[in-house]
């Protein structure tokens, strides 16, 4: 079974326009963290935002929040206001117990574009 | 702002060669971790390090490869004896346990080619 789930192969965002990429994940530890990451066409991998499974509330960094919803083992990256360099594949990553050590899983990634 | 870096950016080499790569981590950050991303497909983890040890690891990472760290700064993976297979971005992460948050901050990657 898939661990992190990213339903949405591409989207397409106006400029300007907010948009929300959608992850579920799975996992049956109580402490976790989720992750976000960008990787433009250069290849790099860029972190974004972080939820900890214990965070009452939904993270946010600049134009980039995390809808949490705990329930429903939802972590959804909100953009608002994209911009054409907002363009690029994101990854929902999870990092399951172990505390700092342990490893990151990874969706399949939602490939972005921005429209003009 | 401190940053991960990876040397090589590309690494062009014939199957069955041994291959280096190497990495600098965030130099406060304890653990250590490499991950692949074979041309289109999604991230996988491979091996993480902490306290000059192997952590956890994947079942991508046999006995062809290995980490280390031979000094205080450098990270390196080492493949053996390379596969048409292994032909993929090789990304190095950082960690810091005291960051609260425990992010992994990666490296821009070295693409390997294996011809």
Not at chain 1, 36 to 60: C, H, R, V
Not at chain 2, 76 to 92: G, V
Not at chain 2, 99 to 113: E, K, S, V
Request: charged share 20%; with cysteine.
């Amino acid at each position: 079974a898939q661990k992190i789930t990213q339903t949405q192969p591409g989207m397409f965002v106006q400029e300007k326009e907010a948009v929300t990429l959608d992850c579920t994940y799975d996992t049956s530890d109580q402490s976790y963290g989720l992750f976000w990451y960008k990787q433009p066409s250069s290849g790099e991998m860029i972190f974004l935002i972080y939820q900890g499974s214990y965070d009452e509330q939904n993270a946010t960094e600049g134009r980039y929040s995390l809808n949490f919803q705990k329930a429903r083992k939802s972590a959804n990256l909100v953009i608002s206001a994209s911009q054409l360099g907002d363009s690029a594949m994101y990854f929902c990553a999870m990092r399951e117990g172990k505390g700092s050590q342990g490893n990151l899983i990874f969706g399949k990634g939602t490939k972005l574009s921005v429209k003009p | 702002e401190p940053e991960v870096t990876q040397t090589p950016s590309h690494q062009v080499t014939q199957m069955g060669q041994e291959v280096i790569l190497r990495c600098v981590p965030i130099s406060n950050h304890l653990y250590f971790y490499w991950y692949r991303q074979i041309l289109g497909q999604k991230v996988e983890f491979l091996v993480s390090f902490y306290n000059n040890e192997i952590s956890e690891k994947s079942e991508i990472f046999d006995d062809q490869f290995s980490v280390e760290r031979p000094d205080g700064s450098n990270f390196t993976l080492k493949i053996r004896s390379t596969k048409l297979e292994d032909s993929a971005m090789y990304f190095c992460a950082s960690s810091d346990l005291a960051g609260g948050a425990d992010t992994q901050y990666f490296g821009p990657g070295t693409r390997l080619t294996v011809l």
